[in-house]
């Protein structure tokens, strides 16, 4: 079992930045591909960052490209998403996953086995 405790949300203004973190617990975090959804009011949760685990290699979502940076700080369990340049439509709840295996779709929420409670991110035009 894997726990993750995201934080670092909260209200900013568009063209503002924010620096989440998520903290894993539970199992051995070099063992996890690590990442990010957001889901805005009224629509289905959207891939937003990946991380992998070895290489780690970074994917992002066309929107948030040449805006987010994902990284993960191995000695801390930690993984970041630092967000800059926001506009209003990211506002969104932020959550943080894991996932141990590649198998399938990374965009796809199913793929990934461990989900944080989530943390809001609100951006006022």
């Known amino acids: 079992q894997v726990t993750l405790v995201e934080s670092g949300g909260g209200l900013v203004q568009a063209g503002g930045s924010l620096t989440l973190s998520c903290a894993a617990s539970g199992r051995t975090f070099t063992d996890y591909h690590m990442g990010w959804f957001r889901q805005a009011p009224g629509k289905e949760r959207e891939f937003v960052a990946r991380i992998t685990k070895s290489t780690e290699r970074r994917t992002y979502t066309d929107s948030v490209k040449g805006r987010f940076t994902i990284s993960r700080d191995n000695a801390k369990n930690t993984v970041y998403l630092q967000m800059s340049s926001l506009k209003p439509e990211d506002t969104a709840v932020y959550y943080c996953?894991?996932?141990?295996?590649?198998?399938?779709?990374?965009?796809?929420?199913?793929?990934?086995?461990?989900w944080g409670q989530g943390t809001q991110v609100t951006v006022s035009s």
């Open positions: 996953v894991a996932d141990r295996f590649l198998s399938g779709n990374l965009y796809s929420p199913s793929e990934y086995d461990y």
